[in-house]
């Protein structure tokens, strides 16, 4: 028999490998799916506690990098800043006892470079003596104190300048388990009875209709009838696409930017014999939206194309919804995906909402008289969000902004936005167009 987790390296060192990779561009998945060795025998926690390290490491990725900066008079090799980083993480964030803590940081910085170990160990040990006086020599910069990088602050300062702190604070904390309960299998309130009998606590909102809250986040594994599309994971704040959309049953709908397949899936669930077309740009990402479809049941057309590239995959016939759930910073899902604060520019901005507005412009003339569209992101800035669709709608007289009102979300121009945390919901952003010629 395999000697429990003989074969993997220290945990402490696959998570500075997964930072390491980060900090070189690599998305959060791809670096766990990389690095992260599999659950072995007998270690069953180590895989969710090395995730947990990665996680928080990310969201006090800024704050270390500051610290370490006070701690060393040159910067160390990138993978012992990446384990460094960790360390300081797990000192200040976890409830690992420090010796532990300390101990083995310094046996996976001798694994990662065998000269690294005692200046591992006199740095951490540094930190725990002087930490007070440290933590307080990073109060001054913003960037430091609110964990989130300094162009990143600029951009929230000018379009949120009252809302600052509590966006950061809203993308550092560890985000909530949101479930969706396809109402074609059962009612939301048998679900959660089930689930309070296997010992899973959820509340359930009054909107949207199909969500659930657990108290505590557990392994889709454990919910009953995930594999057969009963119940799905999807933040409350995207469930309110079906709401925002009013599709009625019948009616031909695009989801033009769909993969991971969430929005498409929650539609089809809850308005029934949708004409379903879902196209996706990135190839790579179809299995995973074909997964969802068949997961949860949904019929539809799916194409492999740029949707504003209509002349290669239209049939001219048009859409009386169309959903525009449009690439963007994902600034409102940081707290999901801390990678976000390291992978993206202050660049990105203007070239995600130029893609956002080319999108607009192509798929508007699809759309029949009356019927609507909803564009949607994961962003909380404005240029890819309020400025976005005010801009849109000055150039084409044909749209109309349709009202709305969703929970927890506050109205910014001609749409809706939720910023992060609020209702313990992601940010994100809506705005519906009713196109009146
Ligand atoms: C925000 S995600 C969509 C999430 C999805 N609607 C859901 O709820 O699961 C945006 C998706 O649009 C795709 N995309 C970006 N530009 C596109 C384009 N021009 N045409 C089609 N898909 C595009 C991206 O690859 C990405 O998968």
Same mark, same amino acid.
């Given at each position: 028999m395999r000697a429990p987790n003989s074969s993997a390296e220290p945990i402490r060192v696959q998570v500075a490998r997964v930072l390491h990779a980060v900090a070189r561009g690599s998305s959060l998945d791809q670096a766990l799916a990389r690095h992260l060795a599999p659950p072995a025998a007998g270690y069953e926690r180590d895989p969710a506690f090395a995730r947990a390290l990665c996680y928080e490491s990310l969201r006090h990725g800024v704050s270390s990098a500051a610290l370490l900066a006070q701690l060393c008079q040159r910067p160390p090799k990138p993978l012992i800043a990446a384990l460094l980083g960790a360390a300081l993480t797990e000192l200040r964030?976890? =409830?690992?006892?420090v010796h532990a803590a300390v101990a083995e940081s310094v046996a996976a910085a001798r694994v990662l470079d065998s000269g690294a170990a005692g200046f591992a160990n006199a740095l951490l040990r540094r930190f725990l003596r002087e930490r007070e006086t440290l933590e307080l020599q990073l109060q001054p910069n913003p960037s430091a104190r609110l964990d989130h990088p300094a162009w990143l602050l600029a951009r929230y300062q000018e379009d949120w300048p009252d809302q600052v702190e509590a966006i950061c604070a809203g993308g550092n904390q560890a985000a909530p388990m949101w479930l969706r309960v396809d109402p074609r299998q059962g009612s939301r309130e048998a679900y959660q009875a089930e689930l309070a009998e296997l010992g899973i606590e959820s509340s359930a909102p009054e909107?949207? =209709?199909q969500a659930l809250l657990l108290t505590t986040p557990v392994a889709v594994e454990r919910l009953p009838g995930f594999a057969q599309g009963r119940v799905s994971v999807q933040d409350a704040a995207a469930q309110q696409v079906v709401a925002v959309m009013a599709a009625k049953p019948g009616q031909r709908v695009l989801d033009?930017?769909?993969?991971?397949g969430g929005k498409s899936a929650a539609l089809a669930e809850q308005v029934p014999d949708l004409v379903l077309t879902v196209i996706e740009k990135d190839a790579q990402r179809c299995p995973r939206l074909e997964d969802t479809l068949r997961r949860c049941r949904v019929s539809a057309r799916l194409v492999v194309a740029d949707a504003a590239d209509s002349a290669s995959w239209w049939d001219g016939e048009r859409f009386d919804r169309i959903l525009i759930d449009a690439p963007c910073t994902g600034t409102g899902v940081i707290r999901r995906h801390p990678d976000i604060k390291f992978l993206r520019r202050a660049s990105d901005v203007a070239a995600l909402a130029r893609e956002q507005s080319r999108l607009l412009d192509a798929l508007w003339?699809?759309?029949?008289?009356g019927g609507r569209l909803t564009y949607a992101t994961c962003s909380i800035l404005k240029p890819e969000n309020q400025a976005q669709i005010e801009a849109f709608c000055q150039r084409t007289p044909s749209a109309r902004v349709l009202p709305l009102s969703l929970p927890g979300f506050i109205a910014a121009g001609p749409g809706l936005q939720c910023l992060p945390?609020?209702?313990?919901?992601?940010g994100f952003y809506y705005a519906c167009l009713q196109r009146s010629d």
């Open positions: 964030f976890l =409830a690992t006892p909107s949207p =209709a033009a930017c769909a993969a991971p003339p699809l759309l029949t008289p945390g609020s209702l313990d919901q992601d």
